[in-house]
């Protein structure tokens, strides 16, 4: 079963470019012709993460055994609710993990905290400052970071060669093959840290899910390598998660006098 770990999904509200709206429908049939069962959804941008976390929890709901969510969070602005959106992405909505974006703001100890309490692996974009994976690999041994674009959307072979570098020593980093266009850098990805540290990811619906596979393809794995690469891998880090207490959605009375 091929998994797309990287895919977001519902609308934005604001105006700054294509990215602030991710229709799902093109996707789907992309995906459905490449051979793609399931993939992960996460908002795009949204000035409240509640609201669009919400959104892609329906979508999810609508597609049963088609779609994973995550939680998108905000460490800044979230700063002090990020247990309760989390907490309520996985009680209520059956949320897979959570999804953190430096153009937001950097990752924070409150979300690596949280992903901890509840077994979650983290999606971070970096955007090219990944100085930071060795400080969550050591102080966070026991969480899943996963560093999508080899920690640069923008193409900055740098950053990608040191994220590769990174997945390559520390356990519980990990990254996805999404946008990454140096071809070179995955098969160095595959060669250092192994399969099982690499992750297919589209970054849908903006990039072809078709096309982002066919790069996988192209590093002529042998099959169990490849099913690691196309969803082992995923699977694995998705099932390890620990449910809150569903809470309680009625008010209790307050006690008489």
Known sequence: MIIDCHCHAGDGDGLSGPWDAAPLSRYARRAAAAGIARTVLFPTFHSDYAVANRQVAEIVAAHPGRYYGFAFVHPTRDAGRIDDLVATAVAEYGFRGIKVHRHDAPI????????????????????????????????????????????????????????????????????????????DLLVAAVRRAGPAKLLFGSDGPWLHPGVELAKVRALGLDPAGERLVLGGTARRLMSRVRRPRRRRLAAVAAPGP
Not at 121 to 145: C, I, N, Q, S
Not at 157 to 172: F, K, S, T, Y
Request: charged content about 25%; hydrophobic content about 50%; some cysteine.
């Open 108 to 183: 924070s100890r409150e979300v690596c905290e949280v992903a901890r309490r509840y077994r979650l692996p983290v999606l971070y974009d970096p955007m090219g400052e990944v100085a930071v994976l060795e400080l969550l690999a050591r102080w966070y041994p026991d969480v899943a970071f996963v560093i999508p674009h080899l920690g640069s959307f923008a193409d900055d072979w740098a950053a990608q060669l040191a994220v590769v570098d990174h997945i390559a020593r520390h356990p519980n980093v990990f990254a996805d093959t999404s946008a990454v266009r140096r071809f």
